[in-house]
């Protein structure tokens, strides 16, 4: 079974993955990144700021296959009422 590495980019950060993870293939890397990428996101929406979230996933041998990225925006309106 093939291991993909999932390295993690948020405001300029870059957190390696040393270990990776088994998948039977990359459809199901794909999934994995995107729920990952998602739960970051809302834990940094839950604490107060949002941001981008990038899920890079690479195979064994170093290659990036997919990138996944969550973006959350807030757009927001305080001027009063006319």
Do not use: K, Q
Not at 36 to 65: C, F, K, P, Q, Y
Request: proline residues 6%.
């Amino acid at each position: 079974m093939p291991r993909f590495y999932f390295d993690a980019r948020e405001d300029g950060t870059f957190i390696p993955d040393d270990e990776g993870m088994d998948f039977p293939d990359l459809t199901t890397a794909e999934r994995e990144a995107l729920e990952t990428a998602a739960s970051i996101a809302w834990d940094n929406l839950r604490s107060g700021w949002a941001n981008a979230v990038t899920i890079e996933v690479r195979t064994e041998h170093r290659r990036r296959v997919l990138a996944a990225t969550v973006s959350l925006h807030v757009e927001r309106d305080d001027s009063p009422p006319r």
